[in-house]
């Protein structure tokens, strides 16, 4: 059974919405009555989630490592919309990498699209956020929590990305930012770009170490539809945690269960 939100006539942009957490958030917000435009890089991804959505949706093009895209989506947002009431940043990527494999190229693109890529899209958005009292949705991860070993960039991208929001509401009190921590989530391309040999290894080595306790993952819909009621509320949420629920059995009993996230 699925929730039931009323996001009527609310205009809401995603970022990072042609796959896993971002699309689905988007396709439960455009249920729920909101205008969606749905944004990243693979373009047909985006408009062909627009024209799925049941309500009124637009695909966006935008890579978040290139300013002028983050300007330009927000403009096409505008323009179909005449406005914005949330922003919600869901585009994040993760090399599987220990540090001291980590080249300089693969530091400086994590934090051009966990981090700095969301400054550049609030920072378009804000006049228009100011302008509704409007609020800005970011994902963070469990892993600020607990550093896992092979995931140290993605770690330090995302502490800097809770940074980033607490920079943001200093700033801006007249804004709503939202810091969403995130557990491990099914149905996603997150996992998608390690191979199954790094992948065995590193969760062989999170499961040795005890580091993941609670190391079920959730259905990308309960993520989303967490990530929906914080922009369906009239209250302000600050930080808000959305974990698998616990199971019994031991953690990742099969190494083969992380590449489905
Ligand atoms: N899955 C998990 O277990 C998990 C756990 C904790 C936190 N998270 C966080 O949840 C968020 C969503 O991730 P997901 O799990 O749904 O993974 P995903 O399916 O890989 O989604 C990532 C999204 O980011 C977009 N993206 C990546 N680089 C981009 C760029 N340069 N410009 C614009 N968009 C870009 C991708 O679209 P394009 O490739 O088309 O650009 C895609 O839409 C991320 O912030 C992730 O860190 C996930």
């Keep these: 059974m699925s929730m039931q939100f009323d996001l009527s006539g609310r205009r809401i942009l995603v970022v990072g919405a042609s796959s896993g957490v971002g699309l689905e958030t988007g396709r439960i917000a455009s249920a729920a009555g ?9 373009e047909d991804r985006v408009r062909e989630a627009a024209a799925a959505a049941p309500g009124e949706a637009i695909g966006l093009r935008c890579d978040v490592c290139d300013a002028d895209a983050c300007r330009g989506a927000i403009e096409a947002a505008l323009e179909a919309f005449g406005g914005l009431d949330a922003l919600v940043y869901a585009t994040g990527m993760a090399p ?3 540090l001291t494999d980590a080249t300089q190229e693969q530091w400086r693109n994590v934090f051009d699209t966990n981090v700095i890529g969301a ?10 956020l100011q302008a509704s009292h409007g609020r800005a949705v970011y994902i963070s991860s469990y ?7 092979a995931l140290g ?3 330090v991208s995302k502490v800097a990305l809770d940074g980033l929001i607490e920079s943001w509401r200093i700033e801006h009190p007249d804004v709503d930012f ?5 557990g491990n989530t099914m149905d996603t391309e997150f996992a998608q770009n390690w191979s199954e040999e790094e992948t065995a290894e590193a969760a062989r080595v999170w499961v040795e170490r005890n580091l993941f306790p609670a190391a079920n993952l959730m259905p990308v819909r309960a993520a989303a ?3 929906v009621a914080v ?11 959305i974990m698998p629920r616990t199971r019994d059995g031991s953690p990742f009993a099969e190494h083969e269960s992380l590449k489905t996230g």
Aim: charged residues 20%.
């Design 225 to 227: 539809e967490a990530l």
């Design 34 to 42: 909101a205008r969606v435009a749905f944004a990243a890089r693979r």
């Design 178 to 182: 939202t810091r969403a921590i995130l």
């Design 231 to 241: 922009l369906a509320t009239e209250g302000y949420v600050d930080d808000i945690a």
């Design 96 to 98: 599987l990498t220990l």
């Design 119 to 128: 400054s550049l899209v609030t920072a378009a958005a804000l006049p228009a």
């Design 153 to 155: 960039l993605y770690r």
């Design 143 to 149: 892993s600020v929590r607990q550093p896992l070993p």
